[in-house]
């Protein structure tokens, strides 16, 4: 079992940057793939930005594609996520997740989840 647990969001203007941070109590936390999701108000739960086990490939939703950066310390089993240009559908609180299948991570098929940290941005 992955326990996970997210800090960083807050509120924000459109356009500010924040770093999320998901600190991960797992053994041998450098055989998962991690990713972040976000679930905005009313919207089911997506995909954002995933990082692979040993940090060399990373992939991204389309409209986070370039403002948002993933990136690991399996030293310190941490997960980031950099959100710069920060626009208002950005909105949502946002969960970290790892698999050590990285088809499984992408469609969200975890069993643990943390209790998120709330991004909110305003226009």
Partial sequence: QMELVESGGG?????????????????????????????APGKEREFVAGIDWNGHNDYYEASVKGRFFISRDNAKNMVYLQMNSLKSDDTGIYYCAGDDNWGQLVAGMNEDWGQGTQVTVSS
């Fill in 11 to 39: 509120l924000v203007r459109a356009g500010d940057s924040l770093r999320l941070s998901c600190a991960a109590s797992i053994p041998f936390f450098s055989d998962y793939n991690m990713g972040w999701f976000r679930q």
